[in-house]
């Protein structure tokens, strides 16, 4: 089993920065990868940001890129989400998940990822 645990959302303006922090405890893979989602009221959850522990190989959604950086400090087992220049779209809850069986690049596809946090809400007001 894999845990997953999110922090660091919050009720900021446009324009500000957040760093979203997931901690990951129990069975993982030097080749797993981490990845962010989210979902915003009334949407389906989408991909955000994705990452391989082993080799910092990152993937990004296209709405997101220059803005959001993923990175991962593996003495601690976290993986963070710096979202830089927020915007009121940006608003969601933000999920982070774990593919352990991951042998080649980050996916972007939902259905790759075998754990799942609860999420952290993110709200940007305009």
């Known amino acids: 089993q894999v845990q997953l645990v999110e922090s660091g959302g919050g009720l900021v303006q446009a324009g500000d920065s957040l760093r979203l922090s997931c901690a990951a405890s129990?069975?993982?893979?030097?080749?797993?990868?981490l990845g962010w989602f989210r979902q915003a009221p009334g949407k389906e959850r989408e991909f955000v940001a994705a990452i391989k522990w082993n080799n910092g190989r990152t993937n990004y959604a296209d709405s997101v890129k220059g803005r959001f950086t993923v990175s991962t400090d593996n003495a601690k087992n976290t993986v963070y989400l710096q979202m830089n220049n927020l915007r009121p779209e940006d608003t969601a809850i933000y999920f982070c998940?774990?593919?352990?069986?991951?042998?080649?690049?980050?996916?972007?596809?939902?259905?790759?990822?075998?754990?799942w946090g609860q999420g952290t809400q993110v709200t940007v007001s305009s």
């Open positions: 998940a774990a593919d352990i069986f991951n042998t080649g690049v980050p996916y972007t596809t939902q259905s790759k990822y075998n754990y």
């Open positions: 129990g069975r993982t893979f030097s080749t797993s990868a």
